[in-house]
């Protein structure tokens, strides 16, 4: 009683730890056993918390048979409640609160807390390597299944189920099983860990409780667990726990009797009613026996009820035999009495057949006939629609054809235009090579009046020179010739430049052609090629020209002496000059006609409905252009660079020879009275006229040159003429393709024109015919309301006709009737002629009945008139239904015709509405200034 009360729940927190658990719940086992493997480094209070279930057993048993721990002893729910709200808000056990007020919940989180935080030196419970602690992870992952399964075949009331609830709670055990180590009886390893910790309390006590209870045992079913038990059951710390909480198979066998019964008491609340342990296996069995004996008894009883059922049977079927044949000789009687009524029907049905077979011909005929009108219907149309796809057919294959025609002609028309561009393009390059060519000529022949003026300068100074003081006279030339020697240098540079500027240009022009052209890798290799040669030329020639400057540099030194002979060649040279800026004005002329046949054809281009090929052409052109442009730029900034580098060098050149000037003049003025040096100097502007001499021959040479170039010039001019004439001729082409287009143009746009008018005119016709079908359906609706009114009056005539047939057929028997008696009386007054009297008599009476015979007759006659008149009107009737008929047919016809034409022209208007798209397709793609987007 001392030990229970020292285990009195004790809420307060008095600054130590507290342990709260029961030895009755598996999991506060888990806890409790941790705790003695790894037992805590401070001290610990241990609480024990009784469960809600239990304190329900308390109640109704009573603490003796309740409490068989001493767990409750002063315990009241109130606890319970504290425990709720101070320690753990679920009411469960185990929970841990720490000294400083914290808690630590869920039963494995406890062990692992125990076992992390212990300072014993016992073997961790996880294993401290990380692959030895993953095992025992997933060892207790394995085991949570097994929990709920354990404990529904421990709270199952029907027996019925157990043997599936064992079963599911086998599969979870053998996927537990499969995960367990071999090393020992321990679930991992060859020592007690954590899983162990987690798995066994619950392995041990529902081991044998469920066996007690429900009569399975998992440890028979599942050995290896037997061995985890048994290696458990050995440990010193497990019994340890067993024995401090007192803990027994037999006490915590009937505590589990609560869930045995599932918590089911009798009315009282003494006595549990569930199912408990009555239903045992062996019990079952026992149950099952007596089930199958009772069930053998009622199959007998029901053997018996089925035999005396059975006489019973036979008995009625024997009176139900006699009241069968009692039946079957009314029934033959019934049945003869059915055959009389069958033979007479038979004999109505075929008069009825004779009457109805005239009436079925009629109809038969009638439907043959309409069968005959639906084939002709089909017929015709399977007809028209045959012609109609064969004429759709023709005209897609005209509509492609032309569509291929046209495509064919825009092709060869872009191609000619592509032609003609590039004709122009060439004769452009032509032109713009002329151009440079004069450009280049024009600065030679600047260069060449430039000597010109200088030679001019120098003859004056000279002649100045012969006047003035000839040493001054030196000094100015000297000077004069630096400044032309720069000029001449600049002058050169710019040819140089100009020439650049040329192969380029033409190198762009090829890019561009070829870009055109599209890709031809041989053709391009040519052109590099053809590229690089001239630009080997180019070197070739600026060497020639940089040999050309200073031999320029050279003439110039000399042309002093020259300026006399120079005078004669430069008015030679000035014609050849004006010659041949009157052939580079032609040129300019040609080239500006080129430019203008260039537009021209452009925008002739621009015309043409294959703007595919154009946009391809412009985005090639435009590419070759930025390749070209960016070329361009980039040899221009170099030129820049070697330009401003070049005018750089010749200017510190210029201001050396401008101080080497002064320096020359400052020493000239102080030898002014040296006649030996002026004699000398003499000497020199002797020897300088001497090689000006040879330079005059040497500018001979290239005023020859020059003729030649000349000469070349003018046959490129003609050769250009040439080009400008084809252009010219390409232009007209292209003009009258054009105007050919544009006729054609005209035309479709005319026969679009046309095609919307018809297609309005269909339209209104469409409408027109719809009216007059309308119109026509009405009417058809009023015929057919007539025809059926008509064909009721035809239906009542031919009924009242056969009426009227019918009395005159009686009239007619009556008539022959008649006749026999007049003719019998006849005979009788024959015979009683002998007798006057009675003869007269007859006679009267024969008068009177013969009287009355014509009465007969004249009446019959009467009625043979009106059969006559009623088969007249019979036969005007058939005659105006079959006129209707005809005119429901020609309106039919009418319809179905207008109906065609409405479908034919409708799909005219729609295959012109597809050519007319296709048109404005094609035009759309040109913006509204005719210009290509
Ligand atoms: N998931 C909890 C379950 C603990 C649990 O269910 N404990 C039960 C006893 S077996 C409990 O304390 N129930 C509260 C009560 O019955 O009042 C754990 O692992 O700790």
């Known amino acids: 009683m001392a030990e229970a009360k020292r285990r009195r729940v004790d809420m307060s927190h008095n600054g130590s730890a507290t342990f709260f658990t029961n030895i009755c719940c598996p999991y506060a086992h888990r806890a409790m056993l941790a705790l003695e493997l790894r037992p805590a480094r401070a001290a610990l209070r241990s609480v024990n918390v009784p469960l809600t279930s239990q304190f329900g057993t308390l109640d109704k048993w009573g603490v003796v048979k309740a409490d068989l721990l001493d767990m409750f002893v002063g315990k009241s729910l109130e606890d319970k409640a504290e425990f709720k709200s101070s320690v753990n808000p679920s009411g469960e056990v185990p929970a841990l609160r720490l000294a400083t007020g914290e808690v630590v919940a869920e039963s494995e989180i406890v062990a692992e807390y125990f076992d992390a935080t212990s300072e014993s030196s016992s073997h961790k419970l996880v294993p401290v390597d990380p692959l030895a602690a993953s095992r025992v992870r997933l060892v207790m992952k394995m085991f949570n299944p097994v929990v709920i399964p354990i404990v529904q075949l421990l709270k199952n009331q029907d027996p019925g189920k157990d043997a599936q609830l064992a079963e599911q709670l086998n599969a979870c055990l053998e996927k537990f099983v499969l995960r367990l180590g071999t090393e020992s009886g321990f679930c991992v390893g060859s020592v007690c860990t954590l899983a162990d910790v987690h798995a066994v309390p ?10 007690h209870f429900r009569g399975y045992d998992i440890f028979q079913a599942h050995p290896r667990l037997a061995l985890l038990a048994k290696s458990f059951e050995e440990m010193p710390e497990f019994q340890a726990v067993m024995k401090r909480e007192g803990l027994t198979k037999e006490k915590l ?85 059915v055959a009389a009524a069958k033979s007479e029907l038979g004999n109505e049905r075929v008069s009825a057949a004779a009457r109805l077979r005239s009436f079925d011909a009629e109809q038969a005929l009638n439907q043959l006939r309409v069968a005959l009108l639906s084939r002709r219907e089909e017929a015709c149309r399977c007809v028209l629609s045959s012609l109609l796809a064969g004429q759709l057919e023709s005209l897609v294959l005209g509509v492609f054809t032309a569509w291929r025609n046209v495509k064919a002609a825009q092709l060869s028309a872009a191609e000619e235009a592509a032609r003609a561009a590039a004709a122009a393009s060439e004769a452009s390059n032509a032109g713009e090579a002329t151009e440079l060519r004069r450009q280049l000529d024009s600065l030679h022949a600047e260069a060449i009046d430039a000597q010109r003026s200088v030679a001019e300068a120098r003859a004056a100074s000279i002649r100045h020179e012969s006047t003035m003081a000839q040493e001054l006279l030196l000094a100015r030339a000297t000077a004069a010739c630096l400044s032309l020697r720069e000029e001449a240098s600049r002058k050169v540079i710019a040819s140089l430049l100009a020439s650049r500027l040329v192969l380029l240009v033409r190198g762009a022009f090829h890019a561009w052609q070829h870009a055109c052209n599209g890709e031809d890798p041989e053709k391009a290799a040519e052109e590099l090629g053809a590229l690089r040669r001239q630009v080997s030329d180019a070197a070739a020639a600026k060497v020639t020209a940089v040999a050309a400057r200073e031999e320029g540099q050279a003439a110039l030194q000399s042309s002093q002496a020259l300026a006399e002979h120079l ?9 050849k000059v004006a010659a041949l800026e009157a052939e580079a004005r032609q040129a300019a002329q040609l080239r500006i006609e080129l430019q203008k046949a260039e537009e021209e054809a452009r925008e002739v281009k621009a015309s043409q409905w294959d703007l595919r090929c154009t946009a391809a052409m412009l985005s090639r052109r435009e590419r070759a252009s930025r390749t070209v442009i960016a070329s361009l730029m980039a040899s221009h900034m170099e030129l820049m660079l070697q330009g401003t580098f070049c005018a750089w060098r010749d200017a510190l050149a210029g201001n050396q020879q401008v101080e080497a000037a002064a320096k020359l003049q400052l020493a000239l003025d102080s030898s002014k009275g040296d006649l030996e040096t002026q004699a000398l100097e003499l000497a020199k502007l002797q020897k300088e006229v001497s090689e000006a001499a040879k330079l005059r021959h040497q500018l001979d040479e290239t005023a020859s040159q020059a003729a030649a170039e000349a000469a070349a010039l003018r046959a490129d001019l003609a050769a250009g003429k040439a080009e400008v004439s084809e252009a010219a001729k390409l232009r007209q082409q292209l003009d009258e393709t054009a105007s050919q287009a544009a006729a054609e143009a005209a035309a479709l746009r005319a026969d679009l024109a046309a095609g919307k008018a018809e297609v309005s005119e269909a339209a209104k016709l469409r409408q027109q015919l719809d009216e007059t079908a309308s119109q026509a359906a009405a009417e058809a609706a009023a015929l057919r309301a007539d025809l059926a009114a008509g064909k009721a009056e035809a239906v009542a005539a031919s009924t009242k006709s056969d009426e009227l047939r019918e009395e005159c057929r009686a009239l007619k028997s009556d008539a022959a009737h008649l006749r026999q008696q007049v003719e019998d009386l006849e005979a009788q007054a024959a015979e009683a002629s ?74 005219r208007s729609c295959c012109e509405g597809v050519a007319v798209s296709v048109e404005e397709i094609e035009v759309g793609q040109k913006s509204p200034d005719g210009s290509i987007p």
């Open 202 to 211: 619950f392995l041990w006590r529902f081991g044998f409780l469920v066996k």
């Open 567 to 575: 005078s004669v060649s430069v008015d030679d040279l000035q014609k």
């Open 834 to 907: 002998e007798v006057t009297e009675e003869l007269e008599q007859a006679r009267t009476e024969a008068a009177s009945r013969s009287t009355q015979a014509e009465d007969a007759r004249q009446q019959a006659s009467r009625q043979a008139c009106q059969v006559a008149v009623a088969e007249a009107s019979v036969a005007l009737l058939l005659k105006r239904e079959r006129t209707l008929r005809h005119m429901v047919a020609t309106l039919l016809a009418t319809q179905l015709e207008q109906f065609l034409r409405g479908v034919w022209e409708s799909w």
């Open 253 to 337: 066998i009937p505590m589990y009797a609560l869930y045995a019964n599932d918590s089911r008491w009798s009315e009282d609340g003494t006595v549990m009613v569930g199912r408990g342990k009555s239903t045992s296996r062996a019990s079952s069995e026992a149950h099952e026996a007596s089930e199958a004996k009772k069930a053998s008894q009622e199959s007998r009883r029901l053997a018996a009820e089925a035999a005396a059922a059975a006489s019973a049977a036979e008995t009625a079927k024997a009176a139900e035999a006699a009241t069968a044949s009692s039946l079957r000789r009314s029934l033959q009687a019934v049945s003869t009495e």
